[in-house]
């Protein structure tokens, strides 16, 4: 499960105490709300079908392939449907091929995702071996799933935009940029990029 409010609260008020801008963006935005999902396959399922379309898309073909599938906590259910039964339930002939491979490594027991490696860097690998799994899902799916502190998404372009306005940057830092520029924030970094994205909500909602 994902990080607790109050780990999240811990983790933030560490980061406020060694980095002062930190403290004025929770003074600005307010202390986030938890990012819990249920680790497990059908987290990473939806995660898919979610790509690239709307929340409301996404539930859409949802509920289509449970109606015509069954069972989508079990990942034999969608090994065993047919092609023409994913599309009709929306899914695009790419998405069908990554809700494929991920069932493919979940039924064939190459990935456990009940017992990935400690190792953050190492579960990464794991995941992205799965067709449709980069390395933003996969960090995604630790932060929110399992509670990892520590994972950094820097490659999120949310994070890049609102980690560059807390600290008062001019332009959007780059990946690379912000991986250095976080790594004194270890091992809180999981509680940066989520208090980024509340303070990135707050800021939308006042623009």
Known sequence: MGLSAEQLKTS???????EPRFGEAVARAGYPEPRIREPGYETL????????????AAQSIWNKL????GDLTDPLTLARASDEELRAAGLSRQKAGYARSLADEV?????DLLGLPEDDEE??????????IGRWSAEIYLLFAEGRPDVWPA????VQIEIGRIFGME???SEKAIRTLADPWRPHRGAAAILAWHHYKVDMAVI
């Open 12 to 18: 933030i008020d560490a980061l406020a105490a060694a």
């Open 45 to 56: 399922l939806r995660t898919i079908v979610g790509q690239q379309v709307s929340v409301a």
């Open 66 to 69: 449970a109606a015509g599938l």
């Open 107 to 111: 039924t064939s027991g190459r990935l």
């Open 123 to 132: 579960a990464i690998a794991q995941l992205v071996r799965v067709k449709g």
């Open 155 to 158: 490659g999120d372009l949310a």
């Open 171 to 173: 332009e959007r830092p």
